[in-house]
């Protein structure tokens, strides 16, 4: 896999090319019609290409008519869809309402399609989500093009489904809910664990170390890193503050770590703010742009440092993690040794941290993504796990 860099002329090219299908979309506006179309918004929905898509295994059915909720942006734009059916319709087993997930804007487009996670988020619901045994939405339809990053993915309403409520950095995470995160997570490695054909039954698919090198050298986030580090200095400790330097080093490192420990399928994203709780009490994972091969710490050290408060991380993370493991064993028939997962556990809590240094401060070609005060959360939460476990040691 080619690494691109800021410098490199393929990143400009994109731009370019992206830019003028942005441009041509918001002049003319062209709606979806045909099924094969990939919508420029959510807004250029049409009931023919929404019959199109939801309707292919009831021919006879239409979508009649539809109302788009509010929007919310990040890395996409989100909007719930509710939906009316013709009777026969109403009479096939068919969603009442959808969430959907585009890329209308010209940076999300840019850093959506130059990290191909528009492609990443359409090829998991469509291969991989149909092979898992977790509480995650169910895909009803994907499409991307690469050539004018338009994207859009249409999920389940889990607030219709499930009375869902979707997690942020202020939910607070007890004991059980935190046991039950860990358990999605097993769940889902434990799937793949140890496979050595990931690569080529789901060829789309980066390893870890591919996907950061295209993230952090693609973009030159390392300089953003630095000036988060500053801009945050107040909420991070002050031996993590002194020891800046070695953070680089510690995370070439841990990606070491992806290229000899047995990989499975990681979620690559798992902070709070793409975690849902049912209305059984379940946690659920959701928002799977960022998924990856990689080793099981990667997504076990960024849970518990993020999702869990500085004094419930503390008390919990040892038992959390044999919990994991047991877990681990019972869905993969694998066993790890506790030492040896427990470093692993440190050592990848640096890779947590380098997700919210490149929100909290990012390249212009990205999108604000979080609120300030949220990456200021992560990064304090982060930084403290990294203090508290000698992260920057750990090899």
């Given at each position: ?5 800021t ?6 090219q994109a ?5 003028a299908?942005t441009?041509w ?11 094969d ?7 250029a ?5 929404l019959?199109?898509v ?8 239409r979508?009649i ?20 059916y ?9 969603p009442?309402s ?6 209308p804007?010209?940076?999300n487009r ?5 990290s ?7 090829l998991?619901?469509r ?6 045994l977790l ?10 093009d ?5 994207s ?10 499930k009375?869902a ?13 935190a ?18 054909d990931?690569?080529?039954q789901f060829?789309?698919l980066?390893t870890y170390?591919e ?7 693609g ?5 953003f890193h630095e ?6 200095v107040?909420v ?15 995370q ?20 709070l703010?793409?975690?849902?709780i049912?209305q ?8 799977w742009?960022?998924?990856?091969i990689?080793s099981?710490a ?13 004094e419930?991380?503390?008390s ?6 044999a919990?994991y ?10 066993t ?11 050592q990848?809590m ?5 997700m ?10 990205m999108?604000?993504?979080?609120p ?5 959360e ?16 750990a090899?």
């Amino acid at each position: 896999m080619r690494q691109q860099s800021t410098d490199d002329p393929n990143l400009f090219q994109a731009v370019l090319r992206i830019g003028a299908h942005t441009a041509w979309d918001a002049l003319f506006r062209p709606l979806a019609h045909d099924p094969d179309d990939v919508p420029r918004s959510i807004e250029a929905v049409t009931t023919d290409w929404l019959s199109g898509v939801l309707c292919a295994n009831a021919p006879d059915a239409r979508v009649i008519g539809f109302d788009l909720g509010p929007q919310t942006s990040g890395s996409t734009v989100r909007r719930r869809i509710d939906l009316r059916y013709d009777r026969s319709g109403r009479n096939a087993d068919l969603p009442a309402s959808v969430f959907a997930k585009s890329s209308p804007a010209f940076l999300n487009r840019v850093m959506l399609t130059f990290s191909r996670t528009i492609e990443n988020e359409a090829l998991f619901y469509r291969h991989i989500r149909p092979l898992l045994l977790l509480e995650a939405p169910v895909g009803y339809h994907s499409a991307y093009d690469l050539a004018s990053g338009r994207s859009i993915h249409l999920l389940e309403d889990l607030v219709a489904t499930k009375a869902a409520t979707f997690c942020s950095p202020k939910s607070y995470i007890d004991r059980s809910k935190a046991e039950d995160l860990v358990g999605v997570l097993a769940a889902l490695h434990g799937r793949f664990y140890g496979r050595t054909d990931l690569g080529s039954q789901f060829p789309w698919l980066s390893t870890y170390p591919e996907w950061f090198s295209a993230g952090y050298d693609g973009f030159g986030l390392w300089r953003f890193h630095e000036q988060a580090m500053t801009e945050a200095v107040d909420v991070i400790p002050a031996d993590i503050s002194r020891r800046r330097d070695a953070i680089r080093p510690a995370q070439m490192r841990s990606l070491e770590t992806h290229a000899h420990a047995p990989s499975t399928l990681i979620h690559n994203d798992v902070h709070l703010g793409n975690w849902y709780i049912t209305q059984e009490g379940r946690m659920g994972l959701c928002d799977w742009q960022c998924v990856t091969i990689g080793s099981w710490a990667r997504d076990f050290s960024y849970a518990v440092g993020a999702t869990l408060t500085v004094e419930d991380r503390r008390s919990w993370e040892r038992d959390l993690l044999a919990l994991y493991l047991e877990k681990l064993r019972a869905a993969s028939g694998e066993t790890l040794p506790f030492e040896h997962a427990w470093k692993l556990y440190r050592q990848q809590m640096v890779a947590a941290l380098l997700m919210w240094t490149a929100t909290l401060c990012h390249s212009p070609w990205m999108p604000d993504m979080q609120p300030r005060e949220i990456s200021r959360e992560m990064i304090r939460r982060l930084t403290t796990a990294m203090s508290d476990l000698d992260s920057l040691a750990a090899d």
